[in-house]
């Protein structure tokens, strides 16, 4: 499920964009099917225009019916009838989404025997201090079996004492998701915490929930400003 709305705080209209010769959301849309991970890919969005893009090269929507607060409000809503298991949530603004980081958050689920574990996404290292910095970069920090404790866009841990080496990671915008655990997400109220930061993910933080973190050493290029855009397309060349 690829969540796909077409207005964008930072960025309007930015699924939209050129991206050498097609919209960024029919690359992320191409990414995914080109994996073949999925028994189906679709784009969930609130957006005609966008539905046309898709429809056009023959891929398949299903359009929100209601208002919602975040990418996995709307994946949840187009689920909820279906006969699914696992349901994976690719943003819209990834389209350096590649296979091997997609195996690697589904292994979870393999490998997860007695299904304890609800939900589960990637993080990869980053060193670049600009970055770190960046509010547009997410930032995550683990415990020891690597379940997240916290969701940022403030630089954590915060560097108090700089003798003391840190990873940092960078969150992407990619969930794995039980059925289960993504319809009850849609029914648990948006706290504080969320509605501060911005990041769907401390949602399940917020009510206790454990969230599974796998890392990648792929980044990609997420397109959240006019800026990324221009990264993306000198990559994409």
């Given at each position: 499920?690829?969540?796909?709305?077409?207005?964008?705080?930072?960025f309007p209209a930015k699924l939209m964009q050129d991206l050498q010769g097609k919209p960024v959301i029919v690359r992320t849309?191409?990414?995914?099917?080109?994996?073949?991970?999925?028994?189906?890919?679709?784009?969930?969005?609130?957006?005609?225009?966008?539905?046309?893009?898709?429809?056009e090269i023959g891929g398949k929507v299903i359009r929100s019916k209601q208002e919602h607060q975040s990418g996995s409000d709307?994946?949840?809503?187009?689920?909820?009838?279906?006969?699914?298991?696992?349901?994976?949530?690719?943003?819209?603004?990834?389209?350096?989404?590649?296979?091997?980081?997609?195996?690697?958050?589904?292994?979870?689920?393999?490998?997860?025997?007695?299904?304890?574990?609800?939900?589960?996404?990637?993080?990869?290292?980053?060193?670049?201090?600009?970055?770190?910095?960046?509010?547009?970069?997410?930032?995550?920090?683990?415990?020891?079996?690597?379940?997240?404790?916290?969701?940022?866009?403030?630089?954590?841990?915060?560097?108090?004492?700089?003798?003391?080496?840190?990873?940092?990671?960078?969150?992407?915008?990619?969930?794995?998701?039980?059925?289960r655990a993504l319809v009850d997400f849609q029914k648990l109220p948006m706290l504080p915490l969320e509605a501060k930061e911005?990041?769907?993910?401390?949602?399940?933080?917020?009510?206790?929930?454990?969230?599974?973190?796998?890392?990648?050493?792929?980044?990609?290029?997420?397109?959240?400003?006019?800026?990324?855009?221009?990264?993306?397309?000198?990559?994409?060349?």
């Amino acid at each position: 499920m690829i969540p796909a709305r077409y207005q964008a705080s930072r960025f309007p209209a930015k699924l939209m964009q050129d991206l050498q010769g097609k919209p960024v959301i029919v690359r992320t849309y191409e990414a995914v099917l080109a994996t073949k991970l999925f028994d189906d890919v679709y784009i969930v969005t609130d957006s005609e225009v966008i539905q046309k893009a898709i429809e056009e090269i023959g891929g398949k929507v299903i359009r929100s019916k209601q208002e919602h607060q975040s990418g996995s409000d709307r994946i949840a809503e187009a689920v909820i009838d279906m006969d699914v298991d696992i349901v994976i949530n690719v943003q819209g603004d990834e389209p350096f989404i590649e296979k091997d980081s997609l195996i690697k958050v589904i292994d979870v689920f393999h490998k997860d025997k007695s299904k304890e574990i609800d939900l589960a996404s990637l993080m990869t290292p980053i060193t670049d201090w600009d970055e770190i910095k960046n509010p547009n970069t997410v930032k995550v920090i683990v415990d020891n079996n690597n379940f997240a404790l916290y969701f940022s866009r403030s630089p954590i841990p915060y560097p108090r004492d700089e003798n003391v080496d840190a990873t940092y990671y960078k969150h992407k915008g990619i969930y794995a998701f039980r059925k289960r655990a993504l319809v009850d997400f849609q029914k648990l109220p948006m706290l504080p915490l969320e509605a501060k930061e911005k990041i769907e993910a401390i949602r399940f933080l917020e009510y206790g929930r454990k969230l599974k973190m796998v890392e990648t050493e792929v980044s990609g290029i997420e397109i959240d400003t006019p800026e990324d855009l221009e990264r993306a397309i000198k990559a994409w060349k």
